[in-house]
């Protein structure tokens, strides 16, 4: 089995900086993306950032410049450095990882950015 543990959220003002972490563990297969979507309440889940098993991140327009997601293929870690956090990035951030067609996504962690 797949699994993923995320850690790093919290409540931030806005302005501010948070870094999440996310470690998959189990079966991996080579050749994944990792990633992270975002919920908030009553939206839809939105991808933020992903990034291939060759380093090749896209971003979401809503986060580009603001966002970086990093990976430690070796062990299967990725990193979303979130830097001038807005209201409106409050949600519950969700990692995942895709592989031979099938995504697997942890349990989440809260974002709060107070205004």
Known sequence: ???L???GGGLVQAGGSLRLS???SGLIF???IMGWYRQAPG???ELVASISSGG???YADSVKGRFTISRAGAVNTVWLQM???KPEDTAAYYCSISMRGTNYSGRGTQVTVSS
Do not use: M
């Open 83 to 85: 830097d001038s956090l």
């Open 5 to 7: 543990v995320e850690s």
């Open 43 to 45: 939206k839809q889940r």
């Open 56 to 58: 090749s991140a896209s």
């Open 1 to 3: 089995q797949t699994q």
């Open 30 to 32: 080579s050749g994944n």
């Open 22 to 24: 996310c470690t998959a």
